[in-house]
């Protein structure tokens, strides 16, 4: 299962109140694990602020160079780099 911000939610709620509401919600409903995807919209100082917070998905665009390091960063957290939005259904 993944539970997936709106669009932007690190901008507009931040990744703390997106991953306290994950919690709070995985919290509920024991024994469910669910991945956490959060979207920085075009913002990659919210996208590492999401991953040193415990996102273990973001999506963000950025330019090639900076999704990169991002990649490096997120890999390293044992996280992962989304770049674009997926159909899930």
């Not at 669009?7 to 919290?27: D, K, N, T, V, Y």
């Not at 602020?49 to 999506?59: E, I, S």
Request: positive net charge.
């Amino acid at each position: 299962m993944i539970l997936e911000s709106p669009p932007h939610a690190a901008e507009i709620q931040g990744a703390a109140w997106f991953l306290a509401l994950a919690g709070e919600a995985m919290r509920l409903v024991p024994g469910v694990k669910a991945e956490v995807l959060i979207d920085a919209g075009e913002a990659p100082g919210l996208a590492l602020d999401a991953l040193a917070r415990g996102a273990t998905a973001v999506r963000v665009k950025a330019p090639p160079r900076v999704l990169a390091k991002l990649q490096a960063i997120a890999h390293d957290c044992g996280g992962r780099i989304e770049t674009q939005r997926k159909n899930r259904r």
